[in-house]
């Protein structure tokens, strides 16, 4: 497996955040590959990393939905097992019970994704895009259902049917709707959640605002009419996907972990 961190102006962000997670995790920084947008970037971070992080920087296109695409079609092998990462990742999470959960290593939960995605034949899966043990549950849903793009898995492919064109603000409700639309579906593994610096931390690769967000959605709408809805309850502009299909199972976290 492959580990894909995107990263943009925040040096000390992901070292104190993602890196971090993934030594807590034991992750062998040699199959990690940090992708940055130009070569000034790239001294920046060589400059700031360890060596063994350092050594696995390497040089994509400017913006997110680019820098992913470069390393989809140039990086990385059809067929290839990807998990994708922000830089400011704190943690991944298991829950426990209805208020309780705990860091989860990393593989754990990559290895309980890439099963569940490969016996529904299906090359996305994600997570519970919260940390909200409550609403979590041992539960496997597939069809369209939104994976955050903090942290989601794939199983890598050269099709560029599935790569996000409309822009950085919506990209991964956009990437699940291409899943849905050419794969059939995407997989959430609903007992894990990634526990992020949300629009909390200066730079990154992302341009959230909510005039992007808001012209995002209407593209999304425009292409994919009836497949959204607006979410209402949030103070800036929001989609909820129609789920299409989905599998539930209390011995999910047993068959998959």
């Given at each position: 497996?492959?580990?894909?961190?995107?990263?943009?102006?925040?040096?000390?962000?992901?070292?104190?955040?993602?890196?971090?997670?993934?030594?807590?995790?034991?992750?062998?920084?040699?199959?990690?590959?940090?992708?940055?947008?130009?070569?000034?970037?790239?001294?920046?971070?060589?400059?700031?990393?360890?060596?063994?992080?350092?050594?696995?920087?390497?040089l994509t296109a400017p913006g997110l939905i680019q820098s992913r695409?470069?390393?989809?079609?140039?990086?990385?092998?059809?067929?290839?097992?990807?998990?994708?990462?922000?830089?400011?990742?704190?943690?991944?999470?298991?829950?426990?019970?209805?208020?309780?959960?705990?860091?989860?290593?990393?593989?754990?939960?990559?290895?309980?994704?890439?099963?569940?995605?490969?016996?529904?034949?299906?090359?996305?899966?994600?997570?519970?895009?919260?940390?909200?043990?409550?609403?979590?549950?041992?539960?496997?849903?597939?069809?369209?259902?939104?994976?955050?793009?903090?942290?989601?898995?794939?199983?890598?492919?050269?099709?560029?049917?599935?790569?996000?064109?409309?822009?950085?603000?919506?990209?991964?409700?956009?990437?699940?709707?291409?899943?849905?639309?050419?794969?059939?579906?995407?997989?959430?593994?609903?007992?894990?959640?990634?526990?992020?610096?949300?629009f909390r931390t200066q730079g990154g690769i992302q341009n959230r605002?909510?005039?992007?967000?808001?012209?995002?959605?209407?593209?999304l709408e425009a292409r994919w009419p009836g497949r959204l809805r607006?979410?209402?309850?949030?103070?800036?502009?929001?989609?909820?996907?129609?789920?299409?299909?989905?599998?539930?199972?209390?011995?999910?976290?047993?068959?998959?972990?």
């Amino acid at each position: 497996m492959r580990i894909c961190i995107p990263t943009y102006q925040r040096t000390q962000v992901l070292q104190d955040n993602t890196l971090a997670y993934l030594e807590r995790s034991e992750i062998d920084p040699a199959n990690v590959l940090i992708l940055v947008a130009d070569y000034a970037e790239m001294s920046a971070y060589r400059e700031a990393l360890a060596e063994q992080w350092a050594s696995q920087l390497r040089l994509t296109a400017p913006g997110l939905i680019q820098s992913r695409a470069f390393a989809r079609h140039f990086l990385l092998d059809d067929g290839e097992e990807v998990m994708w990462l922000d830089d400011d990742v704190k943690s991944m999470r298991r829950m426990l019970n209805s208020k309780e959960h705990e860091e989860a290593p990393l593989m754990e939960i990559a290895e309980a994704g890439f099963d569940a995605t490969r016996e529904l034949f299906l090359k996305l899966w994600g997570v519970y895009p919260t940390v909200n043990p409550f609403f979590m549950g041992p539960r496997v849903r597939a069809g369209l259902w939104y994976c955050v793009g903090a942290a989601y898995g794939e199983i890598n492919t050269h099709d560029d049917r599935l790569d996000p064109m409309f822009g950085d603000a919506k990209e991964d409700v956009e990437r699940c709707l291409r899943h849905h639309e050419t794969v059939g579906g995407v997989v959430r593994l609903d007992w894990f959640a990634v526990q992020t610096g949300y629009f909390r931390t200066q730079g990154g690769i992302q341009n959230r605002t909510n005039a992007s967000m808001l012209k995002n959605i209407q593209q999304l709408e425009a292409r994919w009419p009836g497949r959204l809805r607006r979410n209402t309850k949030k103070d800036y502009p929001d989609v909820l996907m129609v789920d299409d299909w989905k599998l539930k199972s209390t011995e999910a976290m047993e068959v998959w972990s």
